[in-house]
């Protein structure tokens, strides 16, 4: 069963904008932190951004200024407003949260900043 599940990716022009939305399953019980790591060919995962429950953001510093993270507690969504897209952004985006010990991943959307 799919437990995340991502909105959203596609192909965007070098400073364009893209919204990635994310909402979990009624499964997944005591959602904490949510957030987004990205992944590029030939490179290790990374944090993007991640909330708390509480509202409380921390972000890579290759995209503060750019990216905004936010959610919905009441419907358990996160979504990540991206703006100023560089093609360095291009990866695979995946949608991350914690609820109560465990850890979930969402299947990941592609997102590729090309001209």
């Known amino acids: 069963q799919v437990q995340l599940v991502e909105s959203g990716g596609g192909l965007v022009q070098p400073g364009g904008s893209l919204r990635l939305s994310c909402a979990a399953s009624?499964?997944?019980?005591?959602?904490?932190?949510m957030g987004w790591y990205r992944q590029a060919p030939g490179k290790q995962r990374e944090l993007v951004a991640i909330?708390?429950?509480?509202?409380?953001?921390n972000s890579a510093d290759s995209v503060k200024g750019r990216f905004t993270i936010s959610r919905d507690n009441a419907k358990n969504t996160v979504s990540l407003q991206m703006h100023s897209l560089k093609p360095e952004d291009t990866a695979v985006y995946y949608c991350?949260?914690?609820?109560?010990?465990?850890?979930?991943w969402g299947q990941g959307t592609q997102v590729t900043v090309s001209s």
């Open positions: 991350y949260a914690v609820g109560g010990p465990y850890h979930y």
């Open positions: 009624e499964t997944i019980f005591a959602i904490s932190t």
């Open positions: 909330i708390t429950s509480g509202g409380i953001t």
